[in-house]
């Protein structure tokens, strides 16, 4: 199966590890293109405007929602992410395939806009490991954390919504398991 002007979505909870997982599928698949969400959370050390988010100010974020900007968009944690419209639209027409990385509420905007993208739900192998992956970025403050898990034990119950589940234990086997549900085997 070609993914060729294919839509595919990834999410899963804060801190299961989808930027690494992208991060590989992107290297060793350099045709598919990765749409750069748009945010307004502060930059993470290392992180590049344009390459890793657009990042906004709430006031500019609000006004790209107001103008239909947004294929999808959510606030999470405290602050807004989105996915922009035009340049999705125009790599799908261009025949590229197409990876969004986004949250549960993204994903759902997203299954209205094009409900023949595949749908792909990374899952921590435990709720315990997943926590200690979100303690071990060192980058959210003990209320931040409190939230992302909150959230996370929502998004967990939501999986059953998702095309396929994929087990984040394993960088390797879960990467081979996206590439095969993705057709890139």
């Given at each position: 199966m070609s993914t060729s002007g294919k839509l595919t979505l990834i999410t899963g909870p804060s801190g299961v590890g989808k930027g690494t997982l992208v991060n590989q599928l992107l290297e060793r698949h350099p045709q598919i293109w990765l749409s750069v969400s748009a945010t307004t959370r502060s930059p993470r050390q290392g992180e590049q405007d344009g390459i890793n988010y657009f990042f906004h100010s709430r006031a500019g974020f609000e006004a790209l929602v107001e103008q239909g900007?947004?294929?999808?968009?959510?606030?999470?944690?405290?602050?807004?992410?989105?996915?922009?419209?035009?340049?999705?639209?125009?790599?799908?027409?261009?025949?590229?395939?197409?990876?969004?990385?986004?949250?549960?509420?993204?994903?759902?905007?997203?299954?209205?806009?094009?409900?023949?993208?595949?749908?792909?739900?990374?899952a921590p192998p435990s709720f315990d490991e997943l926590e200690r992956r979100i303690r071990g970025r060192g980058t959210d403050s003990e209320d931040a954390i409190q939230r992302r898990l909150t959230r996370a034990r929502e998004e967990l119950e939501a999986q059953q919504e998702f095309d396929a589940v994929v087990i984040n234990d394993d960088l390797e086997s879960a990467l081979n398991q996206v590439e095969t549900l993705m057709g890139l085997g």
């Amino acid at each position: 199966m070609s993914t060729s002007g294919k839509l595919t979505l990834i999410t899963g909870p804060s801190g299961v590890g989808k930027g690494t997982l992208v991060n590989q599928l992107l290297e060793r698949h350099p045709q598919i293109w990765l749409s750069v969400s748009a945010t307004t959370r502060s930059p993470r050390q290392g992180e590049q405007d344009g390459i890793n988010y657009f990042f906004h100010s709430r006031a500019g974020f609000e006004a790209l929602v107001e103008q239909g900007g947004f294929l999808e968009w959510a606030e999470f944690a405290g602050n807004c992410y989105g996915t922009p419209r035009g340049p999705v639209e125009q790599q799908m027409a261009a025949g590229r395939p197409v990876l969004l990385e986004i949250e549960l509420e993204g994903a759902r905007q997203v299954r209205r806009s094009f409900p023949d993208g595949f749908q792909i739900f990374l899952a921590p192998p435990s709720f315990d490991e997943l926590e200690r992956r979100i303690r071990g970025r060192g980058t959210d403050s003990e209320d931040a954390i409190q939230r992302r898990l909150t959230r996370a034990r929502e998004e967990l119950e939501a999986q059953q919504e998702f095309d396929a589940v994929v087990i984040n234990d394993d960088l390797e086997s879960a990467l081979n398991q996206v590439e095969t549900l993705m057709g890139l085997g």
